[in-house]
């Protein structure tokens, strides 16, 4: 029973490990470099699994930047984040937490518009979308 639920536990955890790497100068300054210029959604996935221990401060406000431009100039970016939602949750937490007040309101109204559009069986991510551009 035991080490059942120490094998539960490694494997829930196994992921959120990955995603909390550390962020050497080299890095960050790498990460400062590109995160406000990242032109598509897999442009910022592979950004986020490069750099995700770089997540804060300038750089935050980078990745803020793209994710907002991204998702308000591509509708359909909002589709293939819902095909991603099973197997790689984490970086959907990190484009919903980059839907924030330092993105411009234009882009942050078109962003809840598109959430709003979303199809029934996609509400869940939607709902998380919307309510990051109107809170």
Known sequence: ?????????????????????????AMAIA??????????????RAAY???????DGAIAEGYSESVGRVIAKDPSAMASLR??????PLFIAFVIRHIDDTV????????????KQCEAGDRELCDRAYHAATD
Not at 3 to 19: F, R
């Open 49 to 55: 699994r490069h750099f995700s221990g770089c997540d």
């Open 104 to 115: 411009p309101a234009d882009r942050l109204a078109v962003i809840a518009n598109i959430a």
């Open 31 to 44: 990460a400062e470099q590109q995160a406000s210029s990242l032109p598509s959604l897999s442009s910022l």
């Open 83 to 88: 095909a991603l939602k099973k197997t790689d």
């Open 1 to 25: 029973m035991k080490v059942g639920l120490v094998l539960a536990c490694m494997v829930l955890i196994a992921p959120m490990a990955q995603a909390a790497k550390k962020c050497d100068k």
